[in-house]
Structures are given as structure tokens and as C-alpha cells.
């Protein structure tokens, strides 16, 4: 009987089981130095979303507070072409021996007919306080599975998956390149950037996430 796990359950152990994974480690990879430039109006944009944060205490917000004041506003800047931002994606990919499903709090993906059909950003929205889990485990989860449903798309060999958890404003980017995805046990590797805040970081986190989208649009 196939082994079905959902998203927000996947623990460590369930990881190791699905997949081998090599993690490099927080550093300053080339995909965390974007020097693409943010027009006029892209700086307007984003100052407005920081001005609606500095008076906030964001630690006491609930999590769809901040998601709609500070996380989905720059995700949706993002926006390039076909590739779009969406919340609440509900996601189904198999593998051999597992079954990965689940609801992915948030994507840029490429829409075809109004449908996600190829996401290129995953994002988990991590609870906070004595509810809260170690959010990699989840992102692990559903890069996996992204990886897996974009390979039945494309048959690309290496299949190049972003994947970003936020807590409150702070926001953890992550690189997985995912291959042997039709074996028994896929590969999957990881690199990972630091943590940035929102408040005082905005204008970066809006650039990697453009550079991640450039490098599928060009």
C-alpha cells in the first residue's frame, strides 16, 4: 500500500526516508547576490508595504495578518509574464513508494488557463510559539513533490526548485536541485541564505525573488 503523507505532518525521519539530502549549509551563493535593479515603481511599492509594517508589532500578528500585510504583497511584485503569485495551492505529486499532498501556503509558478502549472517558488508560513515545528522539514516536503510534478512537465534530469520559509516578517531562502527523481531514492541538495527581515530588508528579498524568477524567463 502506497505510504501517503501530508505536508504540514512530514518530519525529519520521513525525509531520510523519501529522499537523500545534502545540505550545504547558509552562505552567500550567487542566486543571494542579485544586483537586478528595482524600478521606480517597484521602490514605491515596497516602501509603501514597510511603512504598513514599522508601526506594527508583527510578533503579536497572527500569521494570515502578516501573510496579507507583508509576505504575499512582495510575492505578488515578483510578478513576471505568466509567472505568477498564488495562496493556498493545493498540490498532489507520487513518487514510487510515497505520496506527497498537501496545501502550499504560497507559489510563483507559471499559470497556464488561470491553473499553477510549473512552480519555480515554494513558501511555508511557519507557525509560531508552542504550535510551531521546524519549518524545513514541511519546504523539504513540498519541494519534493513540486520537483516531482514539474519533472512530468519538462523530463528535465535536475530539476532547480526554490523553496522560502517565513516567521513573522524574517524570511529563509533555500536552493534544492532534486535528480534521480524516477529512483527508489531521489537526491536532493540543498543550499540556504540567511535570515532576512522585512522591516529593514525589503528592497532584497524583492530582488532574489526577481532573480529567481529572471533565470526563468530569460
Not at 542566486?31 to 521602490?43: F, G, N, P, R, V
Not at 509603501?48 to 510578533?59: A, C, K, N, P, R
Not at 522591516?199 to 524583492?206: D, G, S, V
Request: glycine share 6%; proline share 3%.
Amino acid at each position: 500500500m502506497l505510504n501517503t503523507l501530508n505536508f504540514s505532518d512530514i518530519s525529519f525521519a520521513d525525509i531520510k526516508r523519501i529522499a537523500k539530502v545534502s545540505e550545504k549549509g547558509v552562505g552567500g551563493y550567487e542566486w543571494t547576490q542579485s544586483h537586478l535593479a528595482l524600478s521606480d515603481t517597484e521602490k514605491i511599492f515596497v516602501n509603501g508595504i514597510v511603512s504598513h509594517l514599522l508601526d506594527y508589532e508583527t510578533t503579536l500578528m497572527n500569521e494570515a495578518t502578516i501573510w496579507a500585510r507583508a509576505i504575499y504583497p512582495l510575492l505578488a511584485l515578483a510578478e513576471r509574464g505568466d509567472i505568477q503569485a498564488w495562496a493556498e495551492v493545493p498540490i498532489q505529486a507520487r513518487y514510487p513508494h510515497v505520496e506527497l499532498q498537501g496545501i502550499i501556503d504560497g507559489v510563483l509558478s507559471k499559470t497556464v488557463a488561470g491553473l499553477v502549472e510549473t512552480p519555480y517558488l515554494v513558501v511555508v508560513e511557519a507557525k509560531r510559539g508552542l504550535e510551531g515545528k521546524n519549518p524545513r522539514f514541511q519546504l523539504y516536503g513540498e519541494i519534493l513533490a513540486t520537483a516531482r510534478l514539474n519533472w512530468e512537465n519538462n523530463a528535465l534530469p535536475v530539476q532547480e526548485i526554490f523553496g522560502c520559509y517565513t516567521i513573522g516578517d524574517s524570511w529563509t531562502f533555500i536552493r534544492a536541485l532534486v535528480q534521480q527523481i524516477e529512483s527508489e531514492c531521489p537526491e536532493m541538495t540543498i543550499e540556504a541564505s540567511r535570515e532576512y527581515i522585512e522591516k529593514l530588508e525589503a528592497e532584497t528579498i524583492l530582488k532574489i525573488l526577481k532573480f529567481i524568477i529572471a533565470r526563468y524567463t530569460t
